[in-house]
């Protein structure tokens, strides 16, 4: 297939920008990636500059990858990762449009390259157990309801992409604080510090520059690992209960 | 040199007991005077990071990555082994560790090994108490399954992201550390040396990735948790940015790197579609539970599968062989990793592969979605299910087993594997080989350690199973922080180490040189390319079997490789800049070196042994081993030109050594 990519290029982060155009051969059974290591190749056969771009286990899990593809964080299809989309969602002759996350808390480095440690930041404000190695009793001494271990690995489940700011409008990052303070809160061994941990983390999200949230769902949608918005209402419950003093937990 | 492995004297079941309540400690108001360098951020280099933390040391650590939760630990799927015996079917620690050892064919330490099993236990409780979301049974308790080459349910999980899931844990830990102080972390920087100050390691010059500055970091010592090598072969189930450059820069600063040659192909892949392909995708192994694996046994239903006439579902139960249950009664379909691939190779070799290019075999859970159906009908009150309602109660529960797995098989195909048996075939995955260190987890050059996939101390010459998160676990959370108290307690009156030293500058310098070079070669092949050729060779060579002919060829192959690098390789941009080419430019480099040293190791071992299968040494089909005159580790020192051999003999106290047997 005979594709056209229109792709963000920006030296770095003083340079302003701007999109290229350019033509790449692709088949149906490449990955989007594998597409743009053609696209790289061809350019390094002509001695130009390639495209950076964020990459490694190509396998949807360690959230490196993160183009806006045709507007949409991570590409057409619902719960894809960029590295997990294939050509074959794509028509010949298509124009492809690729940008790197917009978000003022994720400065661009290079072309598609931008700088998410901001959510490091986050997680460490706050999103852990403090227990020291060896301090652990049996593990089998907590028993936990299944379903409730279910829910808690649903939150867990993020990748730390960053898809879910790029896709809201106010470029929040509500669905990621939410789901990791989610994954401790729910458990009995993260309930202990879950006041302090939300607060904590709410803080530093708000310290980072990102957005609000407004309810608008954008996160849910584009979110690879499919992290339900609820999340985020029960971030604000815990994070109300935690400044009125009747927070206990996330349950 | 001879190589002391330094395991403590004793009964095997007292070692670690015995040595730990002996051995000279750091105290606390001197662990603050002291800096630990740790290297990598994935299961082994986070959890010794942030266990070290704890501990009062003052810790730099350091990842190529964006951030340390991307270390590819992350992409580990199946499960993590504990002898806990929690389901009581008689699982022990002594059990773990016979196992290990049979799995690894009788090439690892036994000490270091019953080490392992004995914190195996601990470090499923170290996860649960940070919040590792473990699947659980209704009761509450922590569920468990199996995985090849064993006979007990002893492995742990989390859906099919057990690795994330620890990964995640041992990041949080590690983010602690960093709030609190103890621990600096710096991301996007890659080791591109080790420096050396009076023998010891004393420091480390990084690249930070984004400005392409040199920088020196000096510490008392220097903890390597780099991973393993897999990516020399180009395509494996590797990340991309997985690289063998710590540890090959260690190797020429004079560390050993010992059995480069065992190398873990995993049976379980998605078959490679074409010449574009990047990467190779695994499937875990936890699927062989339920997965029955076979091809057609006549040629006219291959063909018809092949050209698309045919789908699997079409080929009739008796024309079906179900080649591992027909080789390995004992074990079937839950035969170790290098038994399941030799087979799957065996059949494709024969003509019965069932796909396009020849190379694949069937992973079929049709057997099971009839088992589950008709059980939960069972459970439901309903003890005459009609087919369809069996279908869909068996589907949901191999889906709520193995959904994400079964979802990223379509993804990748296109096909959905509920309704046609998966495709497989075996893929680079694991290298058993790594840095040689002793007991303390010690490589030869004093104050430098090796953990997890970076060393070679625990698997022998194949792995099993759901092994890999619990070894860089219980190296970084459960062993080098107390080895490593073996060489710092003698270092509590050695001043801060000076960044200025002359050896520092002697990296420094030798380091810009060496990437100057390549940037300056402006040659007309991609870095690209030449990883894909030296894949390939890797592959024919020093790939699923071996022979001494083809391993000669191999080597020469690589170093006519390497000339052609160094004169015609095409690198973009400078070095001070943030230059992804450069990056993969000095990584492929040192894998091209690398390989040579994979292809010596294969040639002197003349058997079979687990993930290294010798064509000439074969008895019935199966890997003949010679314990006689190799039951060693090979530790090379290398040079281009000559590289030398250290041999340290494996002394087996406590197991007889066997022919092992899975039928």
Not at chain 2, 215 to 235: K, Q
Not at chain 2, 463 to 475: I, V, W
Request: proline share 4%.
């Amino acid at each position: 297939m005979d594709l056209i990519l229109k792709v963000w290029r920006q030296k770095n982060n003083a340079d302003s920008g701007r999109f290229e155009k350019y033509k790449v051969k692709a088949n149906e059974h490449m990955s989007f990636l594998e597409m743009m290591d053609v696209l790289n190749e061809d350019l390094l056969a002509k001695k130009e500059e390639p495209i950076a771009f964020e990459h490694d286990c190509r396998e949807g899990i360690c959230g490196s990858c993160n183009m806006v593809i045709d507007g949409r964080p991570h590409g057409p299809n619902n719960g894809t990762t960029t590295c997990q989309l294939h050509m074959r969602f794509f028509k010949d002759g298509d124009t492809i449009t690729v940008e790197p996350w917009r978000v003022k808390a994720f400065p661009v480095i290079k072309d598609l390259v931008v700088d998410r440690s901001a959510f490091d930041r986050i997680i460490q404000s706050g999103g852990y157990i403090s227990v020291n190695t060896g301090q652990a009793q049996d593990a089998n001494a907590i028993p936990i309801e299944k379903d409730l271990a279910g829910q808690a690995f649903d939150a867990a489940t993020c990748i730390g992409c960053g898809a879910c700011a790029a896709a809201c409008p106010n470029a929040s990052a509500m669905l990621f604080t939410s789901a990791k303070i989610n994954h401790l809160g729910l458990l009995p061994q993260g309930e202990v510090e879950h006041s302090k941990r939300v607060q904590a983390m709410v803080t530093q999200m708000d310290e980072e520059g990102f957005g609000m949230c407004s309810n608008t769902g954008a996160c849910e949608v584009d979110c690879p690992k499919e992290i339900s918005i609820s999340n985020i209402a029960l971030m604000n419950r815990s994070y109300f209960g935690s400044v009125f003093g009747s927070d206990k937990g996330s349950k | 040199m001879k190589l002391d492995g330094k395991t403590p004297k004793g009964p095997l079941d007292d070692k670690w007991t015995n040595y730990r309540s002996k051995m000279d400690l750091v105290a606390p108001n001197n662990k603050r005077r002291l800096d630990v360098i740790v290297v990598g951020t994935g299961l082994a280099g986070a959890s010794a990071a942030s266990t070290l933390g704890e501990l009062g040391y003052n810790v730099k650590c350091f990842t190529f990555h964006d951030s340390p939760r991307r270390a590819h630990s992350i992409a580990a799927q199946g499960g993590i082994n504990a002898a806990k015996n929690y389901q009581n079917d008689g699982d022990s620690v002594y059990r773990l560790f016979y196992d290990t050892i049979k799995g690894g064919d009788y090439r690892s330490r036994e000490s270091n090994v019953h080490r392992l099993a004995e914190v195996s236990r601990n470090i499923i409780d170290q996860a649960a108490a940070q919040g590792v979301p473990f699947a659980r049974e209704y009761g509450g308790l922590l569920a468990n399954r199996s995985f090849g080459g064993v006979q007990v349910s002893r492995t742990f999980y989390a859906r099919g992201q057990t690795g994330q899931q620890l990964l995640l844990g041992a990041y949080q830990s590690l983010s602690r550390q960093i709030s609190l102080g103890s621990v600096k972390m710096y991301n996007r920087h890659e080791m591109l040396d080790v420096v050396k100050i009076d023998g010891k390691a004393r420091g480390i010059i990084a690249r930070n990735l984004l400005t392409g500055e040199l920088e020196r970091h000096a510490a008392h010592c220097v903890v390597l948790a780099t991973g393993g090598y897999g990516n020399v072969f180009y395509l494996s189930t590797n990340a991309m940015g997985s690289n063998v450059t710590a540890a090959w820069r260690a190797v020429k600063r004079g560390a050993y790197m010992a059995n480069p040659c065992y190398t873990q192909i995993h049976p379980t892949c998605i078959p490679v579609s074409g010449d574009y392909q990047s990467k190779l995708t695994l499937m875990s192994e936890s699927l062989r539970n339920d997965g029955r694996v076979w091809v057609p046994k006549k040629k006219e239903d291959v063909m018809a599968i092949r050209e698309g006439r045919k789908t699997g579902n079409d080929v009739p139960e008796e024309d079906r062989d179900y080649y591992l249950e027909r080789r390995y009664p004992a074990f079937g379909n839950l035969v170790p990793r290098d038994v399941a691939s030799r087979a799957a190779k065996v059949v494709c070799d024969e003509g019965h592969g069932v796909n396009s290019t020849g190379l694949a075999v069937y992973l079929d859970f049709s057997d099971a979605i009839q088992r589950y159906g008709k059980s939960e009908a069972n459970t439901m009150g309903n003890h005459n299910p009609d087919a369809a309602t069996i279908k869909r109660l068996g589907t949901a529960v191999i889906e709520a087993k193995y959904g994400n797995l079964f979802e990223m098989y379509e993804k990748i195909t296109g096909e959905n594997p509920y309704v046609y048996p998966m495709k497989i075939y075996p893929a680079v995955h694991y290298t058993m080989g790594g840095l040689w260190v002793d007991y303390n987890l010690e490589t030869n050059v004093p104050g430098l350690f090796a953990l997890g996939e970076a060393n070679f101390s625990d698997h022998g010459a194949n792995r099993l199973g759901a092994s890999a998160l619990m070894q860089g676990l219980a190296d970084g959370y459960f062993v080098l922080p107390y080895t490593i108290g073996t060489f710092l307690c003698n270092e509590i009156r050695t001043p801060k180490i000076d960044p200025n030293a002359p050896e520092f500058e002697e990296a420094e310098t030798s380091t810009r040189t060496r990437l100057e070079k390549i940037l300056n070669i402006k040659g007309n092949q991609t870095v690209e390319s030449f990883h894909r050729r030296l894949g390939k060779i890797m592959w024919e060579y020093c790939g699923m079997s071996r022979s001494a002919e083809g391993l000669k060829k191999g080597r020469q192959m690589i170093r006519d490789l390497k000339a052609e690098f160094h004169r015609d390789v095409f690198v973009p941009g400078t070095q001070a800049e943030f230059n992804p080419e450069l990056e993969k430019a000095l990584r492929v480099a040192d894998f091209i070196e690398l390989g040579e040293n994979m292809m010596v190791d294969a040639l002197d071992r003349n058997e079979s042994c687990g993930g290294h299968y010798r064509e000439e040494y074969t008895e019935n089909g199966e890997a003949q081993r010679n314990d006689e005159d190799y039951t060693y580790v090979s530790a090379w020192e290398w040079d281009d030109d000559q590289p030398i051999l250290h041999k340290e003999e494996l002394i087996f106290e406590n197991v007889e050594l066997k022919t092992r047997s899975y039928k």
